[in-house]
């Protein structure tokens, strides 16, 4: 096989995989949406109680209950751990592909300013007849400010 055969096939898989993990991004955000949706607070409830029930009757009495009550919260304590984890590393991994799209549309922008003509500066008297604006007046006014403003009027 040649090189240039090789180089298609590598081509072709790295599109393949690149369709892939947009397609399993995508599933993953309706899977997290959808689990989000679903956690409403009587489900929360009912899924307690029930847990809660199933670990009384599941465990026998005496001393050994304690231990496996232990065990129990150990095991909840340890998932729970496992949940946080694994969004706090998903939502690393959406910060830098946000990061990411912010850099490219950066540089799309800079492009785009390089490639448009600059005009010529204004002449003098133009510039002296302009009123001048501070660096205040700028700035756009914060809500309470805002809200000030038109309550004034």
Same mark, same amino acid.
């Given at each position: 096989?040649? +090189? ?48 809660? +029930? ?100």
């Amino acid at each position: 096989m040649n +090189f240039e055969a090789l180089r298609q096939r590598v081509q072709r898989a790295e599109l393949v995989v690149a369709v892939r993990v947009e397609k399993t991004r995508s599933s993953w955000f309706t899977l997290s949406d959808a689990w989000r949706a679903g956690w409403t607070p009587l489900r929360i409830i009912t899924v307690g109680l029930a847990g809660g +029930f199933l670990a009384g009757k599941l465990e026998p009495t005496g001393l050994g209950a304690k231990v496996q009550g232990a065990r129990w919260l150990q095991m909840i304590g340890s998932v729970s751990n496992l949940l946080a984890s694994t969004q706090a590393a998903f939502a690393s991994m959406q910060a830098s592909e946000a990061a990411d799209t912010a850099e490219q549309a950066a540089d799309r922008v800079d492009d785009a300013v390089d490639g448009v003509p600059r005009q010529p500066p204004a002449p003098r008297a133009a510039a002296a007849a302009a009123p001048r604006v501070d660096a205040d007046d700028q700035r756009q006014p914060q809500p309470a400010e805002a809200a000030t403003d038109l309550s004034e009027r």
